[in-house]
């Protein structure tokens, strides 16, 4: 089988269906951004980990893209109960996270060890992906709302990860300080 189609050359592509649309729709940017998300959640995971965090990168990878499935299809919905048990499972692992940490006192920037500062990389991407995911439901009401609430914690997720990655490491946060 040959990669290239050239059925995109004209700036369409297929959803799941067969139906066309552009490259540019909201839908696209939608998975897109999924797609992206989880091309630097993979990066990542190419550092070296703790086996059990990884196992929890790997289950967001694979969830995300059951989910990039689903809005690459219109009315697609086969992904909902398994975001629906897997937004119970982020808010675990954000209060597991939590305890181990001192509360927030300030903002604080994106640094620290190299892991923390890609888990603020990937949490920024997936803001983004939220971002693009509210704009397709709005424009598409039969969208799951369950996808953009499972973003919306995996983005808190992955703030309060960086936190504890910092912590795990003995390295301080860095606090935002105005007009420095």
């Known amino acids: 089988m040959v990669l290239y189609t050239k059925t995109g050359d004209d700036g369409e592509t297929g959803l799941f269906g067969n139906k066309r649309v552009p490259k540019d729709s909201v839908r696209i940017e939608a998975y897109g951004t999924l797609d992206e998300l989880n091309a630097v959640v993979g990066l990542l995971r190419c550092e070296p980990?703790?086996?059990?965090?990884?196992?929890?990168?790997?289950?967001v990878q694979n969830l995300l893209f059951e989910i990039g499935a689903d809005l690459a299809t219109e009315g697609g919905r086969a992904a909902v109960a398994t975001v629906r048990a897997a937004i119970t499972q982020l808010e675990r692992w954000i209060d597991a996270s939590e305890a181990e940490l001192a509360p927030l006192r300030s903002f604080v920037l994106p640094a620290g060890t190299r892991p923390a500062a890609l888990?603020?990389?990937v949490r920024s991407v997936c803001r983004r992906a939220e971002?693009?995911?509210?704009?397709?439901a709005r424009s598409a009401?039969?969208?799951?709302?369950?996808?953009?609430?499972?973003?919306?914690?995996?983005s808190d997720l992955c703030f309060t990860w960086a936190r504890r990655a910092n912590a795990r490491a003995g390295a301080a946060e860095v606090p935002?300080?105005?007009g420095s």
């Open 49 to 59: 980990l703790d086996p059990q965090f990884d196992a929890c990168l790997l289950a």
């Open 119 to 121: 888990l603020h990389v």
């Open 176 to 178: 935002w300080q105005r």
């Open 141 to 154: 009401p039969d969208t799951p709302r369950e996808y953009g609430v499972y973003l919306n914690r995996l």
């Open 131 to 136: 971002r693009r995911y509210w704009t397709l």
